[in-house]
Nanobody, 128 residues
Framework: QVQLVESGGGLVQAGGSLRLSCAAS????????MGWFRQAPGKEREFVSA????????GYAESVKGRFTISRDNAKNTVFLQMNGLKPEDTAVYYC?????????????????????WGQGTQVTVSS
């Protein structure tokens, strides 16, 4: 089992940047594909980005492509989400999640139900 703790959220103006971190404990992070999801008020949780176990494959929701970058440092058991060009519609609670399943290429899932472990979330608020 792995425990996940997100950090780095906050309040930022539109056009600004934030870097979210997800620190893992309990098991080596390299054993999991990792994903970021978000949930805005009154909306369902949605996929944001995912990264394969090695970090060699990444994926993004269309709404964040070109603005967000996911990365991981398995030696430090941490996954990151660099968010640039933030928009008010990016306002949400952001969650990181770990998936222990093995997949064929691209070696991660975009489906919330496939993820086994979740952090508590970190709030991101983008003002206009």
């Amino acid at each position: 089992q792995v425990q996940l703790v997100e950090s780095g959220g906050g309040l930022v103006q539109a056009g600004g940047s934030l870097r979210l971190s997800c620190a893992a404990s309990g098991r080596t992070l390299g054993s999991y594909a990792m994903g970021w999801f978000r949930q805005a008020p009154g909306k369902e949780r949605e996929f944001v980005s995912a990264i394969s176990r090695s970090g060699g494959n990444v994926g993004y929701a269309e709404s964040v492509k070109g603005r967000f970058t996911i990365s991981r440092d398995n030696a430090k058991n941490t996954v990151f989400l660099q968010m640039n060009g933030l928009k008010p519609e990016d306002t949400a609670v952001y969650y990181c999640a770990a998936d222990r399943r093995l997949y064929s290429a691209p070696y991660y899932s975009t489906k919330e139900g496939q993820y086994d472990y979740w952090g508590q979330g970190t709030q991101v608020t983008v003002s206009s």
